[in-house]
């Protein structure tokens, strides 16, 4: 079985040059090469979660290679429950974007793009995931970081190059703070793998390893989008396709909340910085809500509210009890779910009413009752109204907060009601204005063909329909002054709003539903499952003797 463990970072890389071969000339086998691979790294996925839940960590030292000179890939409890929730989510996602081009004709070379980039990303997120050393996170982080910007620049339209050039500013900062963490790490302990830090970086001074943890804890900060290091988020996401959005949205901010969740377990117990990450959560709750409330654009409303429930999962990690790692583990793998959920019936939202701002919607319940019914039930979720899953994972923390007891402990269960109660307003609010109320005199008609200024560089009309600091200033209707679609299609260009969605959108936003709902009817085994992920990383011998052979 530990021969598997690989297998989720080599299959989409070797399929990534199956797509670039043959992709720009057999568009249908790139379609199938990608998502049979995905399939494949799926069910892999869940095989080794079962694997490790009934047997232990399983571990494999590439090239046989003992560390600290090999590349050790490590998959526990916590990671196969990633690597699973993860796959289902991005193979959902590349449903949908498959979807997505077919229904606009995209046939250019961007499009042929898109795939290889796809995988990559996939194969970084899963590197992540498996990784057993300081060293091969960073590899993942920097595979994940080639991939982003090519993904969020797609089409090459102005929104998307100044959002992707942000992006990429604040990766690159962090990447450097990361590579310096890893050679002051390397010289202090002369190791970067996990097990062997585990060990040695408690012999280490005080002083040396709150530096350490500091600077790690900053570096996955930034990744996770915690306040004050959330800032970039955003402006960087609503921009970019709806597939890429949501994917971004709901599983790459995840990935920093693993990596604070592995080292604060593995590496530096005893929970010497749990009030700073307990002041982070609560403002990381409290300004991305309150950002969310002041917004009227979907796509930045979802964005601010992706801030505030990272604060949760801070929250859980800054407890560092068993309970608190629990609900965390059960908060991370709803929030990934539900969030990408919710951006892509913000992309089908778009399609059929030719834009993301609440104030140029309306009537979408009456007239389209499915796309209705597929926002309602992730909105709910995220709102955590029960018995959605959303309601499990934060009554756990709270649960965790008062077994606590800590003044810091108990300002955070409060912090976490009023978040959840305005994150159920800002639900309502959303719903009031796209779905309940009669559609809006601007909306675009049915047949409004929207296009960007990349489409028609003539044309330089500053009106009343530009709305600055949306990401969609530069889109106007041909037809009606109602569009605004720069990210509606995967090269930004032109779309045509419609009163039948695609269907393959429409069932891979379904089946993403479908998977929210899922954690809700298995519950009970979910939060059994995480119980034991964080007694695993509680305990951290049985990563090291599996890592270590002890």
Same mark, same amino acid.
């Given at each position: 079985?530990?021969?598997?463990?690989?297998?989720?970072?080599?299959?989409?890389?070797?399929?990534?040059?199956?797509?670039?071969?043959?992709?720009? &000339? @057999?568009?249908?086998?790139?379609?199938?090469? =990608?998502? +049979? !691979?995905?399939?494949? *790294? #799926?069910?892999? /996925?869940?095989?080794?979660?079962?694997?490790?839940?009934?047997?232990?960590?399983?571990?494999?030292?590439?090239?046989?290679?003992?560390?600290?000179?090999?590349?050790?890939?490590?998959?526990? &409890? @916590?990671?196969?429950?990633?690597?699973?929730? =993860?796959? +289902? !989510?991005?193979?959902? *996602? #590349?449903?949908? /974007?498959?979807?997505?081009?077919?229904?606009?004709?995209?046939?250019e070379t961007p499009v042929a793009v898109f795939?290889?980039?796809?995988?990559?990303?996939?194969?970084?997120?899963?590197?992540?995931? @498996?990784?057993?050393?300081?060293?091969?996170?960073?590899?993942?982080?920097?595979?994940?970081?080639?991939?982003?910007?090519?993904?969020?620049?797609?089409?090459?339209?102005?929104?998307?190059?100044?959002?992707?050039?942000?992006?990429?500013?604040?990766?690159?900062?962090?990447?450097?703070?990361?590579?310096?963490?890893?050679?002051?790490?390397?010289?202090?302990?002369?190791?970067?793998?996990?097990?062997?830090?585990?060990?040695?970086?408690?012999?280490?001074?005080?002083?040396?390893?709150?530096?350490?943890?500091?600077?790690?804890?900053?570096?996955?900060?930034?990744?996770?989008?915690?306040?004050p290091l959330a800032a970039w988020l955003p402006?960087?996401?609503?921009?970019?396709?709806?597939?890429?959005?949501?994917?971004?949205?709901?599983?790459?901010?995840?990935?920093?909340?693993?990596?604070?969740?592995?080292?604060?377990?593995?590496?530096?117990?005893?929970?010497?910085?749990?009030?700073?990450?307990?002041?982070?959560?609560?403002?990381?709750?409290?300004?991305?809500?309150?950002?969310?409330?002041?917004?009227?654009?979907?796509?930045?409303?979802?964005?601010?509210?992706?801030?505030?429930?990272?604060?949760?999962?801070?929250?859980?990690?800054?407890?560092?009890?068993?309970?608190?790692?629990?609900?965390?583990?059960?908060?991370?793998?709803?929030?990934?779910?539900?969030?990408?959920?919710?951006?892509?019936?913000?992309?089908?939202?778009?399609?059929?009413?030719?834009?993301?701002?609440?104030?140029?919607?309306?009537?979408?319940?009456?007239?389209?009752?499915?796309?209705?019914?597929?926002?309602?039930?992730?909105?709910?979720?995220?709102?955590?109204?029960?018995?959605?899953?959303?309601?499990?994972?934060?009554?756990?923390?709270?649960?965790?907060?008062?077994?606590?007891?800590?003044?810091?402990?108990?300002?955070?269960?409060?912090?976490?009601?009023?978040?959840?109660?305005?994150?159920?307003?800002?639900?309502?609010?959303?719903?009031?204005?796209?779905?309940?109320?009669?559609?809006?005199?601007?909306?675009?008609?049915?047949?409004?063909?929207?296009?960007?200024?990349?489409?028609?560089?003539?044309?330089?009309?500053?009106?009343?329909?530009?709305?600055?600091?949306?990401?969609?200033?530069?889109?106007?209707?041909?037809?009606?002054?109602?569009?605004?679609?720069?990210?509606?299609?995967?090269?930004?260009?032109?779309?045509?709003?419609?009163?039948?969605?695609?269907?393959?959108?429409?069932?891979?936003?379904?089946?993403?539903?479908?998977?929210?709902?899922?954690?809700?009817?298995?519950?009970?085994?979910?939060?059994?499952?995480?119980?034991?992920?964080?007694?695993?990383?509680?305990?951290?011998?049985?990563?090291?003797?599996?890592?270590?052979?002890?």
């Open positions: 079985m530990n021969a598997l463990v690989p297998l989720p970072v080599l299959l989409p890389l070797c399929a990534t040059g199956l797509s670039l071969a043959f992709g720009t &000339r @057999l568009k249908q086998f790139q379609r199938f090469i =990608s998502v +049979a !691979v995905l399939t494949a *790294v #799926l069910g892999l /996925s869940v095989a080794l979660m079962i694997a490790a839940d009934m047997n232990g960590p399983l571990s494999v030292h590439l090239g046989d290679f003992a560390p600290p000179l090999g590349i050790t890939l490590v998959a526990d &409890r @916590l990671s196969g429950l990633m690597l699973t929730v =993860s796959s +289902a !989510v991005t193979l959902c *996602v #590349l449903v949908y /974007s498959l979807g997505q081009g077919m229904a606009d004709r995209d046939e795939h290889p980039a796809y995988l990559i990303l996939v194969a970084g997120v899963s590197c992540t995931f @498996l990784a057993g050393d300081l060293v091969n996170l960073y590899v993942g982080f920097e595979i994940m970081l080639v991939a982003s910007f090519v993904l969020l620049t797609l089409g090459g339209t102005g929104p998307r190059i100044r959002a992707g050039s942000t992006y990429v500013i604040i990766s690159l900062f962090s990447s450097m703070l990361f590579l310096t963490a890893i050679a002051m790490t390397y010289a202090a302990t002369g190791t970067a793998n996990f097990a062997q830090l585990a060990v040695r970086l408690g012999e280490l001074p005080l002083g040396v390893q709150t530096l350490i943890q500091g600077m790690l804890l900053t570096v996955f900060a930034i990744k996770a989008a915690v306040f402006d960087s996401y609503p921009t970019a396709p709806a597939p890429v959005t949501a994917v971004f949205a709901g599983l790459l901010t995840k990935v920093g909340v693993y990596c604070m969740l592995r080292t604060e377990t593995l590496l530096f117990p005893g929970n010497r910085l749990g009030d700073l990450l307990m002041a982070a959560a609560l403002a990381s709750m409290v300004v991305g809500i309150l950002g969310a409330v002041a917004q009227t654009d979907l796509k930045r409303l979802l964005s601010f509210t992706l801030i505030s429930h990272i604060g949760y999962m801070v929250f859980g990690i800054g407890l560092a009890t068993r309970e608190a790692y629990g609900g965390a583990i059960v908060y991370v793998v709803h929030h990934i779910t539900v969030q990408t959920t919710l951006f892509l019936v913000a992309g089908l939202i778009e399609r059929r009413g030719g834009t993301t701002e609440l104030t140029r919607l309306g009537g979408i319940a009456k007239a389209a009752p499915l796309l209705a019914v597929l926002f309602f039930v992730p909105a709910m979720n995220l709102a955590g109204i029960p018995p959605l899953s959303g309601f499990i994972g934060k009554l756990g923390l709270m649960r965790a907060g008062v077994a606590d007891g800590s003044v810091w402990a108990w300002i955070l269960v409060i912090g976490s009601t009023a978040t959840s109660l305005l994150t159920l307003y800002v639900m309502a609010k959303v719903w009031n204005l796209a779905f309940w109320r009669a559609a809006s005199p601007g909306q675009a008609a049915d047949g409004t063909v929207l296009e960007s200024d990349d489409d028609s560089d003539d044309d330089t009309d500053e009106g009343p329909d530009r709305m600055p600091g949306t990401g969609d200033e530069g889109v106007r209707p041909r037809h009606e002054p109602a569009g605004r679609a720069v990210a509606a299609t995967l090269h930004g260009h032109a779309v045509t709003t419609t009163t039948r969605l695609p269907r393959l959108m429409t069932w891979a936003t379904a089946a993403t539903v479908a998977l929210g709902l899922a954690f809700t009817v298995f519950a009970g085994p979910l939060t059994s499952y995480t119980d034991r992920s964080a007694a695993e990383l509680i305990a951290r011998v049985p990563y090291i003797e599996a890592v270590l052979g002890r």
